[in-house]
């Protein structure tokens, strides 16, 4: 079930969100996930539309979308990635969405082949300047 986050669902997410960096960005230094941990618990968070794809109380998976229609998180649990959960999230933003946006590291290249199969097109490339990484800047529109 994808529902919208819930306050006691925070702490369930920001583990996932931890984790997920942690695994899928493994090119950027641990501490820097560690030192934007509270900026993104208190602030982004609570900026964004997150919704959760639940099973019984199991958080398996979010996406974060600010009010720019952008993207912010999406991420899996690691043992329920391949199962479909983050394709669910991303179609049941579309449908609530005409436009979305994000950035995805270059490095990250699961994801970004993930995001080219749910129809997001590759705008351009640039250079995180927090990261130092390059990253592709996606979008998708409703036809």
């Known amino acids: 079930m994808i529902r919208r986050m819930k306050e006691e669902d925070v702490t369930k997410v920001m583990t996932l969100w931890t984790k997920g960096n942690f695994k899928a960005h493994d090119f950027i230094e641990k501490d820097y996930w560690l030192e934007n941990f509270n900026l993104v618990k208190n602030e982004y968070l609570l900026k964004s539309d997150t919704y959760v794809y639940t099973e019984g109380e199991d958080i398996k998976g979010f996406i974060s979308i600010l009010k720019d229609e952008y993207i912010g998180a999406l991420f899996v649990k690691q043992e329920n990635q391949r199962e479909g959960i983050g394709r669910r999230l991303i179609n049941y933003c579309k449908e609530r969405y005409d436009y979305l946006t994000l950035k995805v590291y270059e490095k990250n290249v699961n994801a970004t082949l993930f995001y080219v199969a749910m129809n997001f097109k590759n705008k351009g490339i640039q250079?995180?300047?927090?990261?130092?990484?390059?990253?592709?800047?996606m979008d998708w529109k409703k036809e």
Request: net charge negative; glycine share 10%; hydrophobic share 20%.
């Open 127 to 137: 250079v995180d300047d927090k990261t130092g990484q390059k990253e592709y800047v």
